[in-house]
C-alpha cells in the first residue's frame, strides 16, 4: 500500500539495529573501528530494501571512511519516538509526508528537521520540484524536505476495456467521463473506486490546479481563509461529490477501503472489470501482480479535461528523505543525500525502476526499455503536473487536528450519504478558517 504512499517507500532486508548519538557534531559521531557511522532509518515496505542497499554499498565504496548502517522499521515512528525520547537520533529518515501517524509533518511542525538548502543547492534537482511547498515546506525559502523519486499518480484503468478499439473509449473531457458513467452503469459496471479516500491526495492537487490554477492550489496548500468559499473551491468538491456518488461508485469501496488490507479489494474491481478507473500510483503494478492476469495491462490518464482540448492535469507524487535536526552525522548525511543525485545515484534508482526528478529527467526516461515507467512517465506529455504538500501549523494550538482526516477522510462519509456536500464544504471552510488563524512561526 502506498502510503502507506503514497508511500509516500521502503525497504526489506535484515539490518542492524543502531544507537544515535544528540551531537550535531560530526567529530562526535558514533564510530565503529575507524569509521564514522551514518545511520539510515526507513519504513519497511513501499520502496523496497533492494535499492537502498545498492545505494549504500556504493556510497561506502566511494566513502570508505563511512559505515552506513540500514535499517528498516515496518512501525517506524513509534520506535523513533521512543528512541529520540532518550537522545537517539537518525542521521537520515526515509519517511514520507501523508501518513497516517502524520509523523514527517509533525517533525516539521515542531521543526526537527535540518535545513538542506545546501545540499539542494549543489544537486540537480528540477526547479518546479525544488521551489515546491515539498521540498520548501515553510515557504521561508528554505529546503528541508528532498525528493528521493516521483511518479505521475493518475486514474488508472483497464486497458483491455478502455482505449482505442475497446468497448469504451477513452474520456477526455469530464463530460466524456460523466457519459461514460452512464453507459458503464447500464452494462453493471462502475465508473469509480478508490483503496482509501487517502489516494485522493494526488487527485486532489490535480483538482486544484485544474480549477484555479498554481495560485489557487498554493491558498489550499497554504489554508488561506475562504478559499473553500470560492467558485474554485466548490468546483473540486462538485467533481468529488460526483465520483463518490452511488450513480458512479463501486458499490463495495468504502467497506473495502476501511477493512484492513481490502483495499486491495477495490483494486482488483478495475482488474476484474467491476470498475472502470481509480486513483493510484505506479506501486499497484506490482503490489497485484500475483493477481493481474497475463493479458491485463494497465493504463495511466490524466484528469479529463473541463471542455475539448482543454489542459489536463496529472498529480504527482514524490517521496521524500530528510535529516532530523539533532542527527549526530550530518554532514555525511549530506554527503548521502548528494550521492543520491549523483550520476551514479540516478542510475542505481533508475535501474530500481525508480525515477529521481532532476532537471533531464524525461530525457533518461525517454531512453528507457519499452514498460511500465516508460509509459506512465509520458502522460507529462499531454499533461501539467499538479504537487505541494499541506503547509505547516502551529500543534502547540492544535495538537489533535488531522488535516488529512478532515480533508480526506470525509469522502467516505461523502460516499455512504452521511454527509452532504454542502456540508463537507462547510467543513472545509471552517477548517480552514482555523488553521489560518494558527500558523507555525517559521522564523
Given at each position: ?6 508511500a ?7 539490518t ?30 513501499g ?25 528498516f522499521?515496518?512501525?517506524l ?13 537518525s ?12 509523523f ?5 511542525n ?25 521540498v ?10 528532498l525528493?528521493?523519486?516521483?511518479t ?10 478502455i ?6 473509449a ?18 453493471g ?51 468529488i ?8 461508485l463501486?458499490?463495495?469501496?468504502v467497506?473495502?477501503?476501511n477493512?484492513g488490507d ?21 506501486w ?30 496529472v ?21 548521502f ?9 540516478v ?15 524525461m ?15 509520458s ?27 478532515t480533508l ?10 452521511k ?9 472545509l ?15
Open positions: 500500500m502506498k502510503k502507506l504512499l503514497t509516500s517507500l521502503t525497504l526489506a532486508m535484515a542492524t539495529m543502531i544507537a544515535g548519538c544528540s551531537s550535531n557534531s560530526e567529530k562526535d559521531s558514533a564510530k565503529e573501528g575507524d569509521k564514522r557511522v551514518l545511520k539510515f532509518d526507513s519504513f519497511s515496505g520502496n523496497g530494501e533492494e535499492v537502498f542497499t545498492k545505494l549504500a554499498e556504493a556510497f561506502e565504496k566511494a566513502n570508505p571512511d563511512i559505515d552506513v548502517q540500514l535499517r522499521e515496518k512501525d515512528p513509534s520506535v523513533l519516538n521512543k528512541e529520540n525520547a532518550t537522545g537517539q537520533y542521521d537520515i529518515v526515509y519517511y514520507n509526508l501523508g501518513q497516517p501517524s502524520q514527517t509533518e509533525t517533525q516539521l515542531t521543526k526537527q528537521v535540518l535545513d538542506i538548502s545546501d545540499v539542494v543547492e549543489k544537486i540537480d534537482l528540477d526547479k518546479s520540484y525544488k521551489d515546491s511547498r515539498i520548501q515546506y515553510y515557504g521561508d525559502g528554505k529546503s528541508y524536505l525528493p528521493l523519486k516521483t505521475p499518480a493518475g486514474f488508472f484503468y483497464n486497458t483491455e476495456l482505449g482505442e478499439g475497446k468497448k469504451y477513452l474520456p477526455t473531457t469530464w463530460d466524456e467521463f460523466w457519459e461514460l458513467g452512464k453507459q458503464a452503469k447500464a452494462d459496471i462502475a465508473l469509480f473506486t478508490y483503496p482509501t479516500s487517502g489516494y485522493f491526495d494526488n487527485t486532489m492537487n490535480a483538482l486544484l490546479k485544474q480549477a484555479g490554477g498554481e495560485d489557487f492550489l498554493f491558498n489550499v496548500l497554504n489554508y488561506k481563509e475562504g478559499v473553500w468559499d470560492t467558485k474554485e473551491g466548490k468546483a473540486v468538491i462538485d467533481k461529490a460526483q465520483l463518490v456518488s452511488s450513480e458512479n463501486f458499490a463495495d469501496t467497506s473495502n477501503a477493512s481490502n483495499f486491495t479489494v477495490n483494486q482488483q474491481a478495475v482488474i476484474d472489470g467491476k470498475a472502470l478507473f481509480m486513483p493510484n500510483g505506479d499497484v503494478v506490482n503490489e497485484m501482480a500475483k493477481t493481474t492476469p497475463e493479458d491485463f495491462h494497465w493504463g495511466l490518464m490524466p484528469l479529463p479535461a473541463d471542455e475539448k482540448d482543454g489542459e489536463r492535469f498529480g504527482s507524487m514524490t517521496e521524500q528523505i530528510w535529516i532530523p535536526a539533532q542527527a549526530a552525522n550530518p554532514d555525511d548525511a549530506k554527503k543525500l548528494e550521492f543520491i543525485y549523483s550520476d551514479e545515484g542510475k542505481i534508482m533508475q535501474e530500481s525502476g525508480n525515477i529521481v526528478p532532476t532537471t533531464d529527467m530525457d533518461r526516461v525517454s531512453k528507457m526499455d519499452d514498460g511500465y515507467t516508460k509509459e506512465f512517465f502522460i507529462y506529455e499531454n499533461a501539467t503536473p499538479a504537487f505541494g504538500a499541506f503547509g505547516a501549523y502551529n500543534t502547540n494550538n492544535l495538537p489533535d487536528f488531522d488535516v488529512k482526516a480526506f477522510g470525509q469522502i467516505d462519509d461523502l460516499a455512504t450519504g454527509i452532504s456536500k454542502e456540508d463537507y464544504q462547510k467543513s471552510s471552517e477548517a480552514w478558517k482555523t488553521l489560518a488563524a494558527n500558523p507555525l512561526e517559521t522564523k
